[in-house]
């Protein structure tokens, strides 16, 4: 099925609302961790690409339905971190989270990005999330135990984008 999906980089006042509405329609992130998603939109609105922050929104119909955040990791030579890639829970299963991970993988590509590393919770609710890391081509790097709170461990997935074809996104 192919999605009609416009996808931005432009970062607009209003995202900030999105970010939230996004995080908080997945049920998965804490108050706090919602919040924290949101200061990152607030970093960018305040000091461009300064705040070390990349944004790719997706919308449908000038909605935003999903978003990815991603940026460079402090002290090394094209290693990134994503941050964030949240879409509304309503339209998951449907590519967008893909889509959003390959635009964002192109755009590190051409940057000449060596690695991308994605975190996320080891969690039974999270067991979709690390499959469709999986899926996209990371693998499991890291398992830090107990990292985010007692039995909540912290899994790193990385993919080496030198030895990836990330110039074509798949029609979804």
Known sequence: MRLDLMIRAEVRREDRDAVRRLAESTKFFRPDEVDVAVELVDAFLATGEASGYEFLFAEQNGHVVGYICYGLIGCTLGSYDVYWIVVDQQSQGAGIGRRLL?????????RNARLVYIETSNKPQYA????FYLRCGYQ?????????D???????????????NTSSVSAI
């Open 102 to 110: 390959q635009q964002a993988e192109q755009d590190l590509a051409s």
């Open 128 to 131: 979709p999330t690390r499959q």
């Open 150 to 164: 007692d039995g909540d461990d912290k899994v790193v997935l990385v993919r080496d984008l030198r030895n990836s």
């Open 140 to 148: 499991i790097a890291a398992v830090m135990a107990d990292f985010y």
